[in-house]
């Protein structure tokens, strides 16, 4: 079973510009997340869907950051204008929706920007 | 609000010794605490979760409400063993609250 993909595994841009990141994640996860560290800080809680609803948006850091899940499926976090902090690594984790709570979180590879 | 800390970025041990990575947490509710491990050039994983009391690889981890505190623990530390080692809170909302990760390396 393939695992949670994120594309690009990297990405360098200049400030200003704009980044698509994509994530794939496990067949039939409802649940899907995003995640962000900055160097030499925390891995931190980006937001939370639930199919193609946003679930929880309370970690974005602002209105430069767009999340979608169209469909239910994959998921792009577009960054535009993209600014020197938002260099990092972002991660994406999916999980099932066993209806237990606490499902356990899958993640991807991460994709590592570098605003320059 | 809640918060994850781990006081060691860089923990080293010899081969065959035992290891403590230490987690201390803060939540007002009823707390989901998980390690995660992220080995060389590998994504991050689950190692284990305090519901499952579960030992994996070698590895335990209690949860100390008086203390709040979810140390993770090997009697003997394997040099496969270094890695980043990330404890984590999970809330209601099922968002994860990570700690800042500490870096085990294992000396031959």
């Known amino acids: 079973e393939a695992g949670v993909t994120q594309f690009p595994s990297h990405s360098v841009i200049e400030k200003g510009q704009t980044v698509t990141l994509r994530c794939d994640p496990i067949?039939?996860?409802?649940?899907l997340y995003w995640y962000r560290r900055v160097m030499g800080k925390e891995i931190k809680f980006l937001l939370h869907?639930?199919?193609?609803?946003?679930?929880?948006e309370s970690g974005m850091p602002n209105n430069r950051f767009l999340a979608e899940r169209t469909g239910g499926t994959y998921s792009t976090l577009k960054v535009q204008p993209a600014e020197l902090e938002d260099s990092g690594v972002y991660f994406c984790?999916?999980?099932?929706?066993?209806?237990?709570?606490?499902?356990?979180?899958?993640f991807g590879p991460g994709t590592r920007l570098t605003v320059l | 609000a809640q918060r994850v800390t781990q006081p060691e970025k860089l923990l080293s041990v010899f081969k065959g010794a035992p290891v403590e990575l230490k987690c201390n947490y803060s939540?007002?509710?009823?707390?989901?605490l998980f390690w995660y491990v992220q080995y060389s050039r590998q994504r991050l994983q689950l190692l284990l979760r305090?519901?499952s009391r579960e030992s994996i690889k070698g590895f335990t981890a209690d949860l100390n409400k008086g203390e709040t505190s979810f140390h993770l623990k090997k009697p003997f530390a394997q040099e496969e063993d270094s890695a980043m080692y990330y404890c984590?809170?999970?809330?209601?909302?099922?968002?994860?609250?990570f700690g800042t990760g500490t870096r085990l390396t294992v000396i031959p």
């Open positions: 984790a999916s999980s099932q929706d066993t209806g237990r709570g606490t499902d356990t979180q899958y």
């Open positions: 067949s039939g996860h409802d649940n």
């Open positions: 869907f639930v199919k193609e609803s946003k679930q929880d």
């Open positions: 939540y007002s509710g009823s707390p989901e």
């Open positions: 305090h519901i």
């Open positions: 984590a809170l999970q809330t209601g909302a099922n968002n994860l609250f």
